[in-house]
């Protein structure tokens, strides 16, 4: 996808880098937004990966999310819910949770939407940084 991207010219920069690794390869306060979609129901924990995108974001910076809803409602004492499907590892991370991780590193929420894909049910996130 990387490559894919850089044909198309977009970008002044792209690289390469998991998101579990951190810190990630950018100074602090380095970017004004940051979006993550379709990718953080494949990573169970998301302390490091919130807690990278407040360093990484300017004052009033956005950290736009996905993720995936549990299907199991009453999951109040865990942050997940994990699933095998396929050959894939996929987390339905709890509203709660996020919210706790939001608030923990200043982040204010800004929006929620509910959408599906396929059968699942998703959270957009939209929060900024708390002034």
Known sequence: MVEVCRAKGFAADLTLHDLQHVPWPY???????????????????LTAIVAEARRLLVAG???????????????????????IVGDFEIFSHTPAYVET???????????????????????????????
């Not at 910076?61 to 699933?83: K, N, V």
């Open 27 to 45: 100074p602090p306060q380095w970017f004004d937004h940051l979006v993550c979609c379709g990718v953080m129901h494949f990573i169970p924990e």
């Open 101 to 131: 991780l939001l608030s923990h590193h200043a982040f204010a929420r800004l929006k929620t939407q509910k959408c599906f894909v396929g059968d699942d049910q998703f959270i957009l996130w939209i929060a900024a940084i708390s002034s």
């Open 61 to 83: 910076g956005l950290f736009a999310f996905t993720t995936r809803l549990p299907a199991s409602p009453g999951l109040h004492h865990q942050p997940y819910e994990q699933h």
